[in-house]
């Protein structure tokens, strides 16, 4: 079945970066693009950005612009997530997901990762 | 981008119907047909309900259905069960930043 399976819990201190990890099984890896979104404790759903498996290009929100890289691994099914200069607001649960060129759907998702950010 | 307007919350019966709305602008729900449901339950990862304004992916029971009227998608659930008290958002493309969510709506089953 096709499943997505995301790397550990992390924690960070101010400034430090992170890079989550997402690894694709049951379909063909670069026939789809793999989105991030991230939930804050307590609150709504934020998309991050969207990675095409196929040839790498990318879209990221405008407010990560800068401080968010998303990167594949086609030997490995693998997409990443790193981002930088991390701030207490960015305490979150990280999710990829896979999608399509469109933006129309989200399915299947990753069990999320917890990245907390404390001094 | 401002996050589409979800109620932020929704109750019925077991067996009742209820619907959750969602409204955009002409720049993301009401100017194309990619506007997406997903159901969390707490500590789980979102699952997708409905995809493309209307269409259920497989597995996915008929009792979920969705629409859209100008700038605002509606997700109904017939015939509640208590399996369906969850949280509940919608998704949409945007010609500006390409995907934005709804706030969220929590809904209890009574």
């Known amino acids: 079945q096709v499943q997505l399976v995301q790397s550990g819990a992390e924690v960070k201190k101010p400034g430090a970066s992170v890079k989550v990890s997402c690894k694709a099984s049951?379909?063909?890896?670069?026939?789809?693009?793999i989105s991030w979104v991230r939930q804050a404790p307590g609150q709504g759903l934020e998309w991050m950005g969207w990675i095409s498996a196929y040839n790498g290009n990318t879209n990221y929100a405008q407010k990560l612009q800068g401080r968010v890289t998303m990167t594949t691994d086609t030997s490995t099914s693998t997409a990443y997530m790193e981002l930088r200069s991390l701030r207490s607001d960015d305490t979150a649960v990280y999710y990829c997901?896979?999608?399509?060129?469109?933006?129309?759907?989200?399915?299947?998702w990753g069990q999320g990762t917890l990245v907390t950010v404390s001094s | 981008q401002s996050a589409l307007t979800q109620p932020a919350s929704v109750s019925g019966s077991p067996g009742q119907s209820i619907t959750i709305s969602c409204t955009g602008t002409s720049s993301d729900v009401g100017g194309y047909n990619y506007v997406s449901w997903y159901q969390q339950h707490p500590g789980k990862a979102p699952k997708l309900m409905i995809y493309?304004?209307?269409n259920r992916p497989s597995g996915v029971s008929n009792r979920f259905s969705g629409s859209k009227s100008g700038n605002t998608a509606s997700l109904t659930i017939s015939g509640l069960q208590a399996e369906d008290e969850a949280d509940y958002y919608c998704s949409s493309y945007t010609s500006s930043s390409f995907v934005v969510f709804g706030g969220g709506t929590k809904l209890t089953v009574l």
């Open positions: 049951g379909y063909t890896f670069t026939s789809y693009g």
């Open positions: 997901a896979r999608g399509s060129t469109s933006f129309n759907w989200f399915d299947p």
């Open positions: 493309e304004v209307s």
